[in-house]
């Protein structure tokens, strides 16, 4: 694993000499914060030698490098799901890389159902814990030394600076932004009323399909991290619509906009 992660990073600095300072990878519906990066490059994860191929419906599947808001990053749009049916190691994958490519933050975004009753559709939630419901654990097998620790501390999953910083900017533009709990679990099935119920019972505020594995990743080898939610549904008895993928990807392009001001003002900080 680590020498095809060494690899694919080198194959990468190669193609396209440049030094991102932060990572980005982007949800469901949630590739337009790249139309704020100053591209310098981009490749497409085909065009990448070792690299899994992005298979889902609303999803760009390319790294992009280049400024945001005077700052080099590294987007990746078109993430790799495990519903996909990809290992838990392709999941992590592009994490290893980018921080093989110099990056010093990962920031995640994600599409999830409410689960919080106080929580609206179009909301937004910065992740200041999680639950990691998957069943599985992206660091199952031989630990790499290299990387980080063979039981890796995840008392603070997401970094208490920069959700303080994230709330601020937030409350300065009068966006309504929660601070929560994201549960992880595998999908592709939304969930029944009875896992909403036993969701919210174990202390969740949010439930979706991605972003523990990465952060998972990301925290055994040390490297902070700050995740946003767009909350695009909401389950449970009290809401019984039916949740469809396309209804997610419309709530998340129109709330996009208030995460892309989020984060492109918490990187220049
Ligand atoms: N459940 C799980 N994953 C999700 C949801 C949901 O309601 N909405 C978006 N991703």
Redesign the pocket.
């Known amino acids: 694993m680590l020498e095809k992660v060494k690899t694919i990073a080198e194959h990468i600095k190669k193609t396209v000499s440049f030094n991102p300072e932060v990572g980005i990878i982007l949800g469901?519906g949630l590739g337009g914060l790249v139309k704020e990066i100053e591209v310098t490059k981009e490749l497409n994860y085909a065009d990448i030698p070792g690299f899994p191929v992005s298979t889902v419906k609303g999803h760009g599947s390319k790294l992009i490098f280049g400024k945001l808001n005077g700052v080099n990053v590294v987007a990746m749009q078109g993430r790799f799901h495990y519903y996909e049916g990809y290992s838990m190691q392709e999941v992590i994958l592009p994490v290893r890389v980018m921080k093989f490519l110099g990056i010093k933050t990962l920031i995640l975004s994600?599409?999830?159902?409410?689960v919080n009753p106080a929580y609206k559709v179009g909301d937004l939630m910065i992740l200041d814990d999680h639950i990691n419901l998957m069943g599985t654990n992206p660091l199952i097998g031989k630990n790499e030394d290299e990387l980080g620790p063979r039981f890796p501390d995840m008392g603070e999953p997401y970094d208490k600076t920069l959700i303080e910083k994230a709330k601020k900017i937030a409350t300065a533009h009068g966006f309504v932004c929660h601070t929560g709990v994201y549960a992880a679990?595998t999908?592709p099935t939304?969930?029944t009323r009875a896992e909403y119920k036993y969701i919210k019972y174990i202390g969740a505020d949010c439930?979706?399909?991605s972003t523990v594995p990465e952060n998972i990743a990301a925290r055994h080898m040390g490297l902070p991290v700050f995740a946003i939610s767009i909350i695009?549904?909401l389950?449970g008895s009290d809401h019984p619509e039916v949740?469809t993928h396309e209804e997610?990807l419309k709530v998340a392009n129109a709330a996009e906009q208030k995460m892309t001001v989020i984060i492109k003002e918490l990187i220049k900080e």
């Open positions: 469901s994600n599409a999830s159902g409410g679990v999908g939304f969930e439930v979706g399909m695009t549904d389950g949740i997610v």
